[in-house]
């Protein structure tokens, strides 16, 4: 199963036409695509059932994220070696580090991005995971059970200041407007051959930069929702941004960065596209 947000409306998407809940349901669900997650199980009932044969064909640039207004959006570093390395960083055992990307930089899948003026503005193609049942103290075995599903994300980043003073500045580094795309929808974990092995691309004008499979996070989706639950909740609709594989601009001998007119494609096999622009 495919969810979107369509218009700021929740959708199910069937064979790429498009089927607005509130009406398929008789208002039954919310056109709110953020409030399904406190209903998933109840969702996943009705939508297996449901009658939707009537889609109708809508324009990617009208999509926004699956969930757009999480409560938590946890975002993991330094998750796979390859990127550790090319940062300067010892792999992290444990606990990888966690940090935020502010709900007002999350987007849709198809965007136009302001550069911010002096910075360094880098990409890191991502697995994001979107939680469908409250999880708390889960352990590894049982955490798929508490992923509504996953899609393709954008963890872009501003070098700048996200390195500027005496502690790292991640989470204000990687807030920046714009700066947190996520889609194009939300696929569920069942419509995967292995959801723990996906491939991840991403270019830049065309050219690639990043390619890496998720099989090789350190900390894998149900490792990191066994790990961050033993902390705290993770609560229906929250996302988490899985980590980048190697390929960044910051790790490039020389270094690359984002300039106006680049345009960023991201990929996740199973999932579709990101397509991002900048604009100086
Ligand atoms: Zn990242």
């Not at 089927?19 to 009705?46: C, H, K, L, M």
């Not at 975002?75 to 940062?87: M, Q, W």
């Not at 929702?225 to 960044?248: C, E, K, Q, Y």
């Amino acid at each position: 199963m495919r969810i979107a947000n369509l218009s700021g409306r929740l959708t199910l998407i069937v064979d790429g036409k498009a089927i607005d809940v509130e009406q398929a349901s008789n208002g039954g669900f919310s056109a709110d695509p953020q409030a399904v997650y406190e209903r998933w199980d109840v969702f996943r009932t009705w939508a297996a059932a449901a009658d939707l044969s009537a889609g109708a064909a809508f324009d990617p640039a009208d999509l926004g994220s699956p969930a757009p207004a999480p409560r938590q959006t946890l975002a993991i570093g330094l998750n796979y070696r390859d990127h550790a390395a090319e940062s300067g960083f010892a792999a992290p055992e444990g606990l990888p580090p966690v940090f935020t990307k502010f709900a007002s930089s999350i987007t849709g899948p198809v965007t136009e991005v302001k550069l911010p003026g002096g910075g360094h503005t880098d990409w890191e193609v991502e697995l994001v995971a979107v939680i469908g049942r409250r999880a708390e103290g889960v352990a590894e075995a049982d955490a798929w059970d508490h992923v509504a599903g996953l899609a393709v994300g954008q963890d872009i980043s501003e070098r700048v200041s996200q390195l500027a003073g005496p502690a790292p500045q991640f989470s204000l580094g990687k807030s920046y407007p714009g700066f947190a795309p996520v889609g194009p929808w939300l696929v569920t974990p069942d419509e995967f051959d292995d959801p723990d092995d996906l491939e991840l691309r991403c270019t830049v004008n065309g050219e690639e930069v990043q390619k890496g499979r998720t099989r090789d996070l350190i900390f894998s989706v149900p490792a990191l929702i066994a790990r961050l639950s033993a902390v705290l909740p993770l609560l229906p609709g929250d996302v988490i941004f899985t980590g980048t594989p190697a390929g960044v601009g910051l790790g490039r001998n020389p270094q690359r960065f984002l300039a106006a007119g680049d345009e960023l494609v991201s990929t996740v096999e199973g999932i579709g596209e990101l397509r991002q622009t900048f604009t100086a």
